[in-house]
Nanobody
Framework: QVQLVESGGGLVQPGGSLTLSCAASGSIFSINAMGWYRQAPGEQRELVATITSGGSTNYADSVKGRFTISRDKAKNTVYLQMSSLKVEDTAVYYC?????????WGQGTQVTVSS
């Protein structure tokens, strides 16, 4: 089994920055990809950013140029650096890991952007 623990969420003013972390532990063999998704109240969960084992990244159009995903392979940890945050970025952010075609999710961390 794989466990994912997110951290770094919180309350920030518009224009501010936050960095989320997601640490994977347990039966880690060969991670295919890790990423971040988010879900706002009343909305469906949506992709924010992903990074593959080879380092390829993919971003939602809404966060391009503002968010950066990175990964520390040695620590099995993925990060999401968020800057120029907007009110519409408010959501619960979930970490996702894909390994051997199995998908694992973290418990989520709340990000609130408000003045």
């Amino acid at each position: 089994q794989v466990q994912l623990v997110e951290s770094g969420g919180g309350l920030v003013q518009p224009g501010g920055s936050l960095t989320l972390s997601c640490a994977a532990s347990g039966s880690i063999f060969s991670i295919n990809a890790m990423g971040w998704y988010r879900q706002a109240p009343g909305e469906q969960r949506e992709l924010v950013a992903t990074i593959t084992s080879g380092g390829s990244t993919n971003y939602a159009d809404s966060v391009k140029g503002r968010f950066t995903i990175s990964r520390d392979k040695a620590k099995n940890t993925v990060y999401l650096q968020m800057s120029s945050l907007k009110v519409e970025d408010t959501a619960v952010y979930y970490c996702r890991l894909v390994q051997r075609f199995l998908t694992y999710w973290g418990q989520g961390t709340q990000v609130t952007v408000s003045s």
